[in-house]
């Protein structure tokens, strides 16, 4: 059973940075990619950024140039680096890894970050 765990989470002010960290247990089978989502009231969890099984990126169009992934395969953990944040950045932020052949989702339980001032 694979587990998530996220970190890093809290309130900052506008033009402040965070670190988010998600640390994976269990049995890591053919990864094909990790990834951050987030969430606010009303709306869809939406995909915020991505690094597949060979290291390609991909970030939405709103985050750009102010937040990047990475990735420690070696210890099952993976960073998203969140710098100049603004309100709208305000979401609970979830983690997550695609295994097997069948893309299967697995999720972390979600952290906070709150961008206010």
């Known amino acids: 059973q694979v587990q998530l765990v996220e970190s890093g989470g809290g309130l900052v002010q506008p033009g402040g940075s965070l670190r988010l960290s998600c640390a994976a247990s269990?049995?890591?089978?053919?990864?094909?990619?990790r990834g951050w989502y987030r969430q606010t009231p009303g709306k869809e969890r939406e995909l915020v950024a991505r690094?597949?099984?060979?290291?390609?990126?991909y970030y939405a169009d709103s985050v750009k140039g102010r937040f990047t992934i990475s990735s420690d395969n070696a210890k099952n953990t993976w960073f998203l680096q969140m710098n100049s944040l603004k309100p709208e950045d305000t979401a609970v932020y979830y983690c997550?890894?695609?295994?097997?052949?069948?893309?299967?989702?697995?999720w972390g339980q979600g952290i906070q970050v709150t961008v206010s001032s």
């Open positions: 997550n890894v695609q295994l097997g052949v069948g893309y299967t989702d697995y």
């Open positions: 269990g049995t890591m089978f053919r990864v094909n990619g």
């Open positions: 690094i597949s099984r060979g290291g390609t990126t």
